[in-house]
């Protein structure tokens, strides 16, 4: 069983900067893939950013550029950081790891793009 948390969600003003962390419960491997993905009312959950080891990350098209995904291994633990933060950003996002090729998710954590 692995459980993810994800923290640093919450209110952010357009042009804004936000950094999610995502820390699992057991050891990560290194060829573990991990991702970010995100919800919106209405909408079906969508892929953000994902990375694999040995690779380049992985981006939606439309975040390209703004956010950054990473990871470190031996603090079990993936990141989001967003930048130039836009409304149509504002979604319900959820940490992803596949491992042992069983998927897990996170609880999903509200980020809101907002004035």
């Known amino acids: 069983q692995v459980q993810l948390v994800e923290s640093g969600g919450g209110l952010v003003q357009p042009g804004g900067s936000l950094g999610l962390s995502c820390v699992a419960s057991?050891?990560?491997?290194?060829?573990?893939?991990m991702a970010w993905y995100r919800q919106a009312p209405g909408k079906e959950r969508e892929l953000v950013a994902r990375?694999?080891?040995?690779?380049?990350?992985e981006y939606k098209d439309s975040v390209q550029g703004r956010f950054t995904i990473g990871r470190d291994n031996a603090k079990k633990t993936v990141y989001l950081q967003m930048t130039s933060l836009k409304p149509e950003d504002t979604a319900v996002y959820y940490c992803y790891c596949r491992r042992d090729g069983t998927p897990y998710w996170g609880q999903g954590i509200q980020v809101t793009v907002s004035s």
């Open positions: 990375i694999r080891s040995g690779r380049d990350p």
């Open positions: 057991v050891s990560i491997h290194s060829s573990d893939p």
